[in-house]
């Protein structure tokens, strides 16, 4: 009886020493990223400068170099193709820094500069800013499976002036 109680105690010790080493692992190898806000919104002038700040911050306990990226964002609506540029405003877009390092736990300002183009068509246009950690190489194993997520600033941005709006029925 007295053996059996010492085995038991023994294992439970040992399962609770091992699953707090785990769980330990797991929070060091956590990845997550943050931006705020998660919408930009402005109304621009054609051949107007503007510029808003973007907050990313590093939610974990291990430094993330990270990279940023400008993409176009349109609807599921059905546009003509040579159309969709009209809507995409990814090339008005310019982030400061548009890569760098996040610390364990930091936030940093991130710049972002609008170039509205003088002939910009009145009315929405849209982009989305990515920021994605990069994972470096020095720790990439080829037994591990990698899931790297990138998270997004939406940009809306309408452009003053007439704006003609027409209905198809």
Not at 24 to 53: R, W
Not at 130 to 153: D, K, M
Request: overall charge negative.
């Amino acid at each position: 009886m007295k053996k059996t109680l010492l085995i038991i105690t023994f294992l439970a010790i040992f399962l609770s020493f091992f699953s707090s080493k785990t769980k330990a692992q797991e929070e060091e190898n956590k990845s997550a990223l943050a931006v705020g806000p998660a919408i930009l919104e402005q109304i621009l002038t054609p051949g107007v400068e503007s510029q808003a700040k973007v907050f990313v911050s590093n939610l974990t306990n291990i430094p993330l170099p990270i990279k940023s990226q400008v993409s176009g964002f349109l609807s599921k609506e059905e546009f003509p193709v040579d159309k969709k540029y009209v809507f995409d405003a990814s090339s008005w877009i310019y982030v400061d820094p548009a890569d760098f390092i996040l610390q364990p736990n930091e936030q940093k300002e991130i710049l972002v500069t609008i170039k509205t183009p003088e002939g910009a068509a009145p009315g929405g246009h849209y982009a989305t800013i990515y920021f994605e950690p990069l994972v470096p190489v020095v720790a990439l194993s080829p037994q591990t499976t990698y899931s790297l997520a990138r998270v997004g600033v939406l940009t809306f941005l309408v452009v003053k002036g007439e704006i003609i709006e027409k209905g198809v029925y």
